[in-house]
């Protein structure tokens, strides 16, 4: 675990930051969900503000769109 944490701020890395944090908030959009149902099944209500999913959800999006545009772009260079 302390390799990864060095090699993902290390400047020369293959390791792509934003796809990580994409993933992290993906997770944390994924870990709401699973509350959610089960607080609805248990018939209690989830509080979490909207806001706080609404922020998880732009940031995957942007972290995903903004990866795979930089993929796209830097395959299109040649070398």
């Known amino acids: 675990m302390k390799k990864f944490f060095h090699d993902l701020f290390n400047d020369s890395n293959s390791i ?3 796809a990580v944090i994409g993933f992290a908030a ?3 959009m994924v870990v709401f969900a699973i509350a959610d149902i089960v607080t609805g099944a248990l018939n ?3 509080l979490v ?3 706080i999913f609404d922020s ?4 995957t999006i942007a972290c995903f769109g903004i990866a795979s ?3 796209w ?3 299109s260079k040649p070398e």
């Not at 998880?56 to 940031?59: A, S």
């Open 73 to 75: 772009i830097n395959k």
């Open 69 to 71: 545009v930089d993929k």
């Open 26 to 28: 993906f997770i944390m």
């Open 16 to 18: 792509n930051e934003k």
């Open 44 to 46: 209690k209500p989830l």
């Open 56 to 59: 998880f959800k732009i940031l």
């Open 49 to 51: 503000n909207e806001f």
